[in-house]
């Protein structure tokens, strides 16, 4: 089992950047998959990026090629780089980690509390 928390949320202009980041604890961060999740009012949480122990990635059309994740495993940090930000990426973003050494956009066991991310138009 690992321990997540999120920090880097805040309010943003339209066009903005921000950086998440996700301290993990315990044991073996380099082993699980690294995932970002979000979730908007009224909405389900939905899958945006994932990133594997050699620093493999995956994202969601929705944020490709404006989001970028990436890893710290000495750090036992997972980052998410948010560019070009638009009000409908408007969320709760959610860390979580996989016990796999395979990407998917399910299966993760472990989630951190969540982290506002408010961009406005």
């Known amino acids: 089992q690992v321990q997540l928390v999120e920090s880097g949320g805040g309010l943003v202009q339209a066009g903005g950047s921000l950086r998440l980041s996700c301290a993990a604890s315990g044991r073996a961060f380099s082993s699980y998959v690294m995932g970002w999740f979000r979730q908007a009012p009224g909405k389900e949480r939905d899958f945006v990026a994932a990133?594997?122990?050699?620093?493999?990635?995956s994202y969601s059309d929705s944020v490709k090629g404006r989001f970028t994740i990436s890893r710290d495993n000495a750090k036992n940090t997972v980052y998410l780089q948010m560019n070009g930000l638009k009000p409908e990426d408007t969320a709760v973003y959610y860390c979580a980690a996989r016990s796999s050494v395979y990407l998917a956009t399910y299966g993760y066991n472990d989630w951190g509390q969540g982290t506002q991310v408010t961009v406005s138009s």
């Open positions: 990133i594997s122990r050699t620093g493999g990635s």
